[in-house]
């Protein structure tokens, strides 16, 4: 029914995730109102993605040098590490600009379940780099689940012969939220971590 | 923030309609997953669409050749003619598989507030194609407003001595919807246009 190039281009941006048949339908057919040049920036945009961006020899996050921006940088406070599960946290907490830290990336969260393993997540680049680090506190920023739980316990059980202080980010009802749509595991939790006011 | 190739990748992408920046996002960081081959398929899907997709010379319809296939389909009835604003209302009318006739693609529709004229919409070359075809029926197949009525009632006028029946799709009540949810204009329109039950 569609010209051929046109079925291609439809089906190659169905690949992309959340992107169904209608709307790469309207995306090509918005391709086609676009001129060469915007064309060409997205279509070399995304050749070059992979030949440029590698993970950072010392954290793992996105860079397209051998160390990242972030770890390279003098100013940034080398005693305190963020460990995240992807490359993404990283530019959440960036986002924020309220850390002043460097970070460290797994590649993913122990699970069991999915018999992902402390080896498939290079935990040991983690364990080798605070081994011969100056960190004070290591921070654990995982999602509040069995993996980001499983992960934390791993991590504080290896590490904690050494004098670090290993804190996780709280977990508990969200600012701004209705108390009726909280789930009970939350309620649960924010209960049971409870602060006193100071 | 991010690393210079994926802050480009993430803005080409915003430049597909709908698209705002976490789409955007979501989009880069999946292209990062994916392997050569697939990336490859969407960057060259892009580049050569606008080089290989062209207009039908007869209908204005897309197609990679001089003619596209329906109009070079000799099993097609030519003495029907669909008129229709977009090309995409083709392939619309063409999934249906109800229409066994060719089609006219204009450039738009006629629309005096937005300064858009019968020559900005091509509206030569459908008149000249009824004028020396053998057609028996034109179906103006417009969107029911105020530029679709215009362009229907200029066409009319031109094509009217001619001996050729000029009809125009039905509008009203859309099938299934619910009477309640129905504009005052299409419920006045589908009141006009009555019909005696057979």
Chains 1, 2 share one sequence.
Do not use: Q
């Amino acid at each position: 029914m569609y010209p051929e190039s046109l079925k291609n281009l439809i089906e190659s941006l169905k690949l992309f995730p959340g992107i169904g048949e209608k709307t790469a339908e309207r995306m090509a057919f918005s391709v086609m109102d676009m001129d060469d040049e915007k064309i060409e920036f997205i279509s070399n945009s995304l050749s070059e993605i992979n030949h440029k961006i590698k993970r950072c020899s010392i954290c793992n996050s996105l860079t397209e040098h051998d160390v990242c921006e972030i770890c390279s940088n003098k100013l940034r406070d080398n005693s305190v590490l963020c460990v995240v599960e992807d490359p993404k946290n990283v530019i959440l907490f960036e986002k924020l600009a309220i850390f002043n830290g460097v970070y460290h990336v797994l590649n993913g969260l122990i699970s069991p379940l999915e018999g992902i393993n402390p080896e498939d997540i290079e935990l040991n680049k983690l364990i080798d780099r605070v081994k011969n680090g100056n960190f004070l506190e290591i921070i654990l920023a995982f999602k509040p689940s069995i993996e980001g739980e499983t992960t934390s316990l791993y991590i504080k059980k290896i590490l904690c012969d050494l004098n670090i202080t290993i804190t996780k980010i709280a977990s508990g009802v969200p600012m701004g939220a209705d108390m009726e749509y909280i789930d009970a595991i939350t309620l649960e939790r924010a209960l049971f971590d409870r602060k006193n006011i100071e």
